[in-house]
């Protein structure tokens, strides 16, 4: 069974007794993304009584506005076009129908032999980099990960990279403190990769199972950045040449494009190997996950879904789509 048809499966009737608590958390997390979309959708359907040229180009403008990506845009624009003159498709609902098919279909092709998966060290330390500009949900998502991994029995430690800034090393403090895990910080301005070769040498000392390292972000100057990662890579994998066993980037997905853009950037600055997603509850823009897969190709590993501990997820790709699209194929905005 292809993505699509599970799509229109899950919300006819079939599998709504075996929803899931996670099904129900993309569910409830991407409401105002879903509401949006279709509100785009519908606008774009009451301004037009025919799918004519004027169509296609007001098509791509309403798509790249849901933060799909441009090039997702013209695509979908694109095949839609040749869709309308081969089947003669009219009915708003089946142009409707066909749109976020093509979406989702575009969706899982791209994603195919994707590595959404956490990697962790057969054995010793693990070693998670995390980059992104300052502001996006960085250490807060470092403090709720270092709780998950307390909780399922590791022990964990927080280095705090960031020593430009006093306020971020202080936050990274306060979340130690908060989920009882140790945290190892330098004097303010002091060399950050010293701060992560400290914590790297006392992890291993002591047997810690997970070391999550916080870095800065300062993207208005691109080559100190990239000389500062490049130096704080090359000193863990100094110490440990199978890590860092991930560079994860954080984006704030309420900023929508230029989240797309920030991507780009630190991706040309460092080689990430996934994507931290966060505020998605809170942004009408969830559609960036589709740009960031078909654009950059990227996997998005982990998603913001809410302000609680537990409300950091492992990305679910078809949970993701299910939240995003539903309610939309039978003409509704997402109400049940």
């Known amino acids: 069974m292809g993505f699509f048809d599970k799509l229109k499966r899950a919300f006819s009737g079939e599998e709504k007794e075996q929803r899931s608590e996670e099904t129900e958390k993309y569910d409830k997390g991407l409401e105002k993304s879903r509401k949006t979309f279709g509100d785009k959708l519908n606008e774009l359907f009451a301004n037009f009584r025919t799918v004519d040229e004027d169509f296609f180009d007001n098509l791509e403008e309403t798509l790249i506005e849901a933060d799909v990506g441009f090039d997702t845009a013209v695509r979908i624009s694109d095949e839609l076009k040749q869709e309308v003159k081969l089947k003669n498709v009219k009915s708003k609902a089946d142009v409707s129908r066909t749109i976020i098919e093509k979406l989702v279909n575009l969706y899982e092709e791209e994603g195919s032999g994707e590595d959404k998966e956490l990697h962790f060290a057969e054995n010793g330390l693990t070693v998670f980099l995390f980059v992104g500009v300052n502001g996006v949900g960085k250490t807060t998502t470092i403090g709720k990960l270092a709780h998950r991994y307390k909780q399922e029995g590791k022990k964990v430690m927080l280095a705090a990279g960031d020593t430009f800034r006093a306020g971020a090393t202080e936050q990274l403090v306060e979340w130690g403190r908060r989920v009882d ?77 230029n989240a797309l853009t920030q991507a780009k950037q630190f991706k040309d600055v460092t080689k990430v190997t996934g994507i931290v997603l966060t505020k998605l509850d809170g942004t009408a823009r969830g559609g960036i996950v589709l740009a960031i897969r078909n654009e950059l190709h990227l996997p998005v590993k982990l998603v913001g879904l809410g302000e609680k501990m537990d409300d950091l997820r492992d990305f679910a790709p078809e949970e993701f789509v299910l939240g995003l699209f539903k309610g939309l194929l039978d003409g509704t905005n997402g109400d049940d």
């Open 181 to 257: 895990v140790t945290v190892v910080r330098g004097p303010e301005k002091s060399d950050p990769a010293s701060v992560v070769f400290d914590a790297i040498k006392r992890a291993k000392k002591e047997n810690y199972d997970v070391l999550l390292v916080d870095t800065a972000g300062r993207l208005q100057n691109k080559v100190n950045l990239m000389n500062e990662l490049a130096k704080i890579s090359r000193i863990i994998t100094r110490e440990i040449p199978e890590a860092p066993q991930e560079i994860l980037l954080a984006l704030d997905a309420t900023t929508g494009q």
